[in-house]
């Protein structure tokens, strides 16, 4: 298979995490017989200081005529520090998501064998955790209107919702579902959010259409607390953008590693790939970033695109690694520690 990826290393260890995840999905292309040609383009902070625009014209050029895009982080301290900046690396992330038409973000959160007492939970809370969260990622309160009045003295956001919007997201949720074990959660806040009793009753006219899917409905506020009690019991959960955003990275912990974790963006043209962290801006250049979570974004790549050995491959490699002690600072827990390359060169060396 040819495949065209566009690559956006974005800002802080992006750069550094990217590189590794081309260096073990070049080295899958080798074994399997594929050709990948990547496509760098600007976006984040380093797009802001470059042309000024953190998610340029000539990016989205770039990704829209991709197979797939394949994206690091983005983030600086010099934005993330000064709350009145007219342009801001954020900006370039929803701005990419509406013009791709990216509304469907798919967050995993599973556990490792070799890891288990690394988790801040207890080993019998976690053991066979295996859940997928589906964010809505294209509406919501991140995308209503929003301003000052008063003199600035008061805010607002607005939240808003269509009917089509959660039937699109809900449909990915079902579907997702009927593949596993046939069990999903709608989380909302409907006993005080009409946007959320839109979402419910919206669901719930769905089910007559997948009879073998069992449906339960939370409020979100019991799902945060249910995730560190049993997260076990969850399988598949479709939320909205702000809930989900919270909910996924509370769930990313109970692995023992946010920097293991992938996720997916997905649209009705092209999907986005990326690891769940920040560009934390202080490991910048110290070859000491976890690249697990971006080699196993790019392993989900793989297998959207049909190619499940390839992507099985990978994972099998990040698995060996855990098992064999070929972990970055974050997972070490005062072992040897190695660095973000080589790490890279040893799954590719692996896959």
Sequence with gaps: MKLNIALLAGDGIGPEVINEAVKVSDAIAQKFGHEITWKPALTGAAAIDAVGEPYPDATHEVCKNADAVLFGAIGHPKYDNDPSAPVRPE????????????????????????????????????????????????????????????????????????????????????????????????????????????????????????????????????????????????????????????????????????????????????????????????????????????????AMMFENFGLMEEGKAMRDAVNKALEAGVVTEDLANGGKAYGTKEVGDWLAANV
């Design 91 to 298: 900006q370039g992330l929803l701005k990419m998501r509406k013009a791709l038409g990216l509304f469907a973000n798919v967050r995993p959160t599973f556990t490792f064998p070799s890891l288990l007492d690394k988790s801040p939970l207890k080993r019998e809370r976690i053991e066979g955790t295996d859940l997928v969260f589906l964010r809505e990622l294209t509406g919501g309160i991140y995308f209503g209107e929003k301003g000052r009045k008063d003199n600035g003295d008061t805010a607002y956001d607005n939240c808003v919702y269509t009917r089509a919007e959660v039937q699109r997201l809900a449909k990915k949720g079902f579907e997702l579902a009927m593949t596993r074990s046939k069990k999903l959660c709608c989380v909302d806040k409907a006993n005080v959010l009409e946007t959320s009793r839109l979402w419910r009753e919206t669901v719930q006219a769905m089910e007559k259409d997948y009879p073998e899917v069992e449906v339960s409905y939370e409020f979100v506020d019991a799902v945060a607390m249910r995730l560190v009690q049993w997260p076990n019991s969850y399988d598949v959960l479709i939320t909205e953008n702000l809930f989900g955003d919270i909910l996924t990275d509370e769930a990313s912990v109970i692995s023992g590693s946010m920097g293991l974790m992938p996720s997916a963006s997905m649209g009705a043209e092209v999907s986005l790939f990326e690891p769940i962290h920040g560009s934390y801006p202080q490991a910048t250049g110290l070859n000491i970033a976890n690249p697990m979570a971006t080699i196993l974004s790019a």
